[in-house]
Every structure is written in structure tokens, then in C-alpha cells.
């Protein structure tokens, strides 16, 4: 997939990473729209995440992963239907992989998962966020949690970190250009937590999408989740290429 320094931006680039995703044409003032009370940052609700599909690993394969130098991953749902492929990558490199992936979780939860196996389990020395789509309805609250995550883990394990690009094509132009501010903002909240710890590296998604417009729609089918096989063999080729790197 290339170099990764290669997709490294600066500040204006990371929040301008996913601009092309917005809606095509201009939105006035009318039709973006104010946030409300109810939703301060113009996403919408979370909803229920605890009902949906989740992808959790046996104790056995969460204790061979820590025993042999692979790699725990806590993801959403972009995860829980690219883990499968993303494990055979890993494999075909001699890497095994334990997931916690839980589909519309945001990145609180996804850390109590994280604090809860390195309590019972202990951890290998890498670790796979690939968490953030979900706060976007919420993103103050998500420097804390990367913070959060690397006291968990300390400072002798690596994080690979996988930024976020969304903006849903089914909902509103004023609720895309909000996805997208706060996927952003999100984005932001982890190039200043690359700055502030050594062992974090990040995944740059958002940027490799927006490298070349065409991929937005060549890699997501919806604004958020990848196309089988182009999107899924893209993103996990990152992933696969940082954690190789890590």
C-alpha cells in the first residue's frame, strides 16, 4: 500500500483530510442548519449500540495472541466485518489475532474492553484501535479515552490507532457535513495524541481515502463502511502494513 509517512499530514491536511466527502455543490446557511440543544453536534444519536452484532474472541485464542506476539483488536463495526479478512492477512505473516469488535460502539466501552483483558489476560505488545466512528456524536469525549488507552497499555507496547471517515450517505446534507466535521475532529484528537505518546501510531485512513476522491466511493458503500473486497483489502492493507511496522 505505499509508504505510510507518505499519507503523514500536517495540521490544515488532517482536517481537511476528508473534505471531498461532503456533499457535492455548495450548502447554505438553510440547508446545513444550526445544532440543536438536543444534538450539540449535528450527527445525530447514538442509539442502542449493546444490541447489535459483535465479534469477541475465545479466552484460548486471547491467550495464544499473548503468548506468541500477536495483536488485540477492539474495534466497531467496520471491524466486525473486516476482522475475519484481517486476521487471515495477519496469519499469511505469522501474526495471530484476538478481537473485540462490537458493532455502533463508541470508543469508552471499546477501552473498558481493553482494561477488562489486560486485567484477566494481560496484553501482547501491540494493540489495534480501530475505534472512533461512533463518537461522532459525542467527540469531546474521546481525547480521554486514547489517554485512557495508553495507560492501560504503558509505554512498552505499541498502538496502532485507525482514523475515521465518515459521512453517510443516507441522511441529510446537513448531517453529512456534520459526519464529516466531527470525523475530523475526531482525527484531530489523535495526530495531538501521536504528538504527546511515542508508541502511538495511527492508521490514516481518512487521508488515504481522501488522497483520491474516486476511492470514496470505490471503498465505501455508504460513507462509513468498506466495499468487499476493495474497501476491506484497502483498509486492512494499512492496518496489516502498520502493526508489520510497529
Known sequence: MGNLS???????????????????????????????????????????????????STAATI???????????????????????????????GISLAVHNWSGRPTTPAVDALENWAIKYGLPRRILMATGTNDIFNPPVFAAQIDRTMRIVGSNRKVVWVNTQISRTAKSAAIQV??????????????????????????RWAEYLAAKPARLTQLLREGVHTTVPAGQDARNDLMVQALISA
Not at 491536511?13 to 450539540?40: F, H, I, N, Y
Not at 467496520?78 to 499469511?92: E, F, T
Not at 464529516?180 to 501521536?194: C, K, L, M, P, Y
Open 6 to 56: 507518505a499519507l503523514k499530514p500536517n495540521r490544515r491536511q488532517l482536517l481537511m483530510a476528508g473534505a471531498a466527502a461532503a456533499v457535492a455543490g455548495a450548502v447554505t446557511a438553510e440547508t446545513a442548519g444550526t445544532a440543536s440543544a438536543a444534538d450539540p453536534y449535528g450527527s445525530g444519536d447514538l442509539g442502542d449500540w449493546t444490541i447489535l452484532s459483535r465479534s469477541i
Open 63 to 93: 491467550t495464544y495472541v499473548r503468548d506468541h506476539d500477536g495483536v488485540c483488536m477492539f474495534g466497531d463495526s467496520i471491524a466486525v466485518q473486516d476482522g475475519k479478512a484481517l486476521a487471515s492477512k495477519l496469519l499469511s505473516r
Open 178 to 203: 456534520a459526519d464529516q466535521r466531527n470525523s475530523a475532529w475526531i482525527n484531530s484528537q489523535i495526530h495531538d495524541a501521536e504528538k504527546k505518546y511515542p508508541n502511538l501510531d495511527i492508521v
